[in-house]
């Protein structure tokens, strides 16, 4: 990489990370997540470490934790309480172990053993094993016991000297007083959470008391740790859980805190464990990765300690953490990566779609290379440019969203996102409809778009015919062999055999697997049609809407009774179906009167295939009350309440509890009460009961 390059972005990368930290910390606002904030630091940190002569003392890599506050008693630690390294893929972990192995067996050829456990056997090194630990997401403290009794609490400040919080840490009942074994001189750190139960009920009752809700529970762990008053702390009901000890006690092995310290009289944690190599700690990684939700309390990472305590020694600091650990951290929902190209993808209807390629980014423990911006109204939203640093997100299952641009870290390279005025692949034109967002590839017969409509058709959602994924259909286009959907069932073992990446009986299969698709229920045919706007949902609705029609038991060609049907309709009849809006109305109507579509409708006729309706239920025509919010105020005297409303919805109405501007009508039984005058008031239409029993007969 330029070096010139790599400088100016370092100076920018701290810029930007000052920034958020000071929003954060002295103004308490969140400028930003965490996570994407953990992440432009481990872009700073990387590049540091390429170029260590650009490494300045003002780095946020150089800084441990925050500075002690004004408000409590200063007090030093008895030894440095440091920070840790991140690593964040299996990579930084192996790069890790690399380097201590290094630094273990400086001459690679030679059998030389120096302390501890660690040995060189056959062509590997063991180093003996590694104790991982949940990483909690709290506030570091540490805890001095003399003879036995609590004497001091201090939270890590700048790592030599902290805040002394002792009476705050004394209201905490996991933390114990006294030692349950007899110890002249001990400190015990560990982190001061908040489990997520009690978060949780905390902002319920402040809510309730209209106070204030706490941001997450780490921060309300540390908020409530440094807070002034120990009632107040007492009230927030902290968990203290411990990691680590800070004397002599003759331990050979990390996982022997944990016993000891367990003894002791403290919480640890059970879910920590050895694993003796690399491949476990990934496996235990990958575990908690997936799991962390069912914890109890936070955590954003395993910190993994080499288990043989006399390598600690050898191993050593550098800088502001130990060699012998690592905070392998989880994949954050967040992270920071840059957008490097836009490409535009063409639909099925001809909509161009802008998809941005990233560099590879890890979000939520998925690797992200893609991400869809939508449309050009959304990447005018975020002001997106090409070459940006954008926070990603991906939280759950939901597809990644680039969901923000940091301007800040341009270069002035960036180029500006345009729509494209020809089609990439037909070369005709591109147009925005008036009135909507999309730009659209005006050729109905563009490539790419029918390329997306013949594996629309067969996709799972649509007709579902198994074998006839996007790269054979594809295949099947540039043979000559399908123009459109029909095509597919003129298709022949015959005409498949000489293909590539087809052989005889792959051939006879997928003509087979077309062929029993060929009985298609009406509402699979309807949305395979790929009809714009026309989603699972409305073509349901419309399926259910024509086997009303059909009803009367003509037999014809199922086709061709459908093509009569949605023929017949002119715009405010399809408007005034129950269930459907303007938007699917014009459009249902601007598809079925379009030559080339009836023509394709014939064509699907004439090669056999059938539409099923026998499975849909008919549907009662609609009524007066379809689509309709009805609010029921009053008693009535012919029908219960209960029976009302079912009645109601039967015929497709909605109830609603309050009276609003979208209210249709009122039913006003005996002695109606506000609701009615609200009515009146904002003249909404009211109607008796005996009105009412009328309308539903
Ligand atoms: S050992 C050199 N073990 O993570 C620091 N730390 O990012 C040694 N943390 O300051 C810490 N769980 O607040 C250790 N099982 C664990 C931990 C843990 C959470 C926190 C701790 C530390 C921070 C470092």
Same mark, same amino acid.
């Given at each position: 990489? !330029? ?28 400028? $930003? ?27 946020? =890599?150089?800084?441990? *934790?925050?500075?002690? #506050? ?38 690679? @050829? ?25 990483? #909690?997401? *709290? ?14 609490? /201090? ?61 997450? @529970? ?11 008053? +120990? ?45 003796? %190599? ?21 955590? !954003?990472?395993?910190?993994?300690? &080499? ?5 600690? %020694? ?10 012998? $650990? ?22 099925? =209807?001809? &909509? ?20 869809? #911006?939508? %449309? ?121 055999? +000489? ?74 009849? #399809? ?6 809006? @303007?938007? &699917? ?44 919010? &009805? ?55 009211? /109607? ?10």
């Amino acid at each position: 990489m !330029d070096k010139n390059f790599v400088k100016n972005r370092i100076e920018k990368l701290k810029k930007e990370i000052a920034f958020h930290r000071y929003q954060y910390h002295v103004r308490d606002l969140e400028s $930003m997540s965490q996570e994407a904030l953990d992440s432009l630091k481990n872009e700073l940190f990387k590049l540091e470490q390429e170029f260590p002569d650009l490494v300045t003392s003002d780095s946020p =890599t150089q800084r441990v *934790g925050g500075r002690p #506050l004004d408000k409590f008693k200063k007090a030093a630690h008895s030894s440095r309480m440091l920070s840790l390294f991140d690593a964040f893929n299996k990579q930084d972990m192996a790069d890790w172990e690399a380097r201590n192995i290094k630094i273990l067996f400086p001459r690679p @050829p030679l059998l030389i053993r120096r302390g501890g456990g660690a040995q060189r056997r056959g062509g590997g090194v063991d180093l003996g094993g590694y104790f991982c630990e949940l990483k #909690l997401d *709290g506030i570091a403290i540490a805890l001095r016991y003399e003879n036995n009794s609590l004497v001091q609490a /201090i939270t890590r400040g700048d790592g030599r000297i902290g805040e002394d919080v002792t009476g705050n840490i004394k209201t905490i009942d996991s933390v114990p007083l006294n030692l349950a074994d007899k110890i002249k001189n001990i400190e015990v750190r560990g982190e001061i959470i908040m489990t997520k139960a009690v978060f949780k009920e905390l902002n319920q009752k402040y809510k309730k008391a209209n106070k204030p809700e706490l941001k997450n @529970p780490r921060n309300a762990a540390a908020g409530s740790v440094r807070q002034l008053d +120990p009632k107040l702390a007492a009230e927030r009901k902290l968990d203290f859980i411990a990691y680590e000890i800070v004397a002599d006690m003759g331990l050979k092995k990390n996982e022997e805190k944990r016993e000891l310290l367990a003894r002791l009289g403290f919480k640890t944690l059970r879910e920590n464990k050895y694993c003796a %190599n690399l491949e476990a700690v990934n496996k235990m990684h990958a575990h908690w990765e997936k799991n962390r939700d069912n914890l109890p309390f936070e955590v !954003d990472g395993m910190v993994v300690k &080499v288990n043989d305590l006399a390598l600690w %020694n050898i191993l050593g600091t550098v800088g502001k953490g130990p060699r012998y $650990m690592m905070a392998y951290k989880f994949a954050g929902i967040q992270v920071t990566t840059r957008i490097k190209e836009v490409v535009w993808q063409v639909g099925r =209807t001809g &909509v161009l779609t802008p998809i941005a390629v990233l560099e590879p980014a890890n979000v939520g423990g998925v690797t992200v290379t893609h991400a869809t #911006l939508h %449309n050009m109204d959304e990447i005018k939203r975020l002001k997106l440019k090409i070459g940006d640093t954008v926070i990603l997100e991906r939280a759950g299952d939901v597809i990644p969203k680039v969901i923000k641009a940091l301007p800040k870290l341009r270069t002035g390279k960036e180029k500006t996102i345009i729509a494209p005025k020809k089609c990439l692949i037909c070369a005709s034109d591109i147009k925005k409809i008036k009135g909507e967002v999309a730009h659209r590839c005006i050729n109905n017969d563009c490539y790419a778009v029918n390329l997306r409509r013949l594996s629309h058709w067969t996709s799972k959602g649509a007709v579902d015919i198994e074998g006839l994924g996007p790269k054979i259909i594809e295949q099947l286009m540039k043979e000559g062999l399908i123009s459109d959907v029909a095509d597919f069932y003129s298709l022949a073992a015959g005409d498949l055999k +000489p293909l590539e990446r087809f052989a005889d009986k792959s051939a006879e299969n997928l003509v087979d697997s077309i062929q029993v698709k060929k009985n298609i229920l009406l509402e699979r045919f309807l949305i395979g049609l790929g009809i714009r706007h026309i989603g699972e949902e409305s073509a349901l609705f419309l399926a259910a809407e024509s086997r009303r029609q059909t009803a009367d038991g003509r037999q014809e060609n199922k086709i061709s009774q459908i093509k009569r049907i949605f023929s017949d309709y002119t715009i405010e009849e #399809l408007e005034n179906l129950p269930d459907i809006g @303007p938007i &699917v109305a014009r459009s249902v109507y601007d598809w079925f009167h379009n030559k080339l579509n009836i023509e394709l409708l014939n064509k699907l006729e004439k090669a056999g295939v059938v539409i099923d309706i026998a499975h849909l239920k008919t549907r009662k025509r609609p009524s007066e009350l379809s689509g309709k919010a &009805v609010v029921l105020t009053g008693s009535l005297k012919s029908l219960t309440r209960e029976r009302a409303k079912a009645k109601i919805r039967e015929l497709g109405g909605k109830i609603s509890s309050a009276v609003s501007p979208k209210t249709d009508l009122i039913v006003a039984g005996k002695d109606p009460g506000s609701k009615f005058e609200k009515a009146k008031e904002l003249g909404v239409k009211i /109607i008796s009961e005996e009105e009412f029993l009328k309308m539903i007969k």
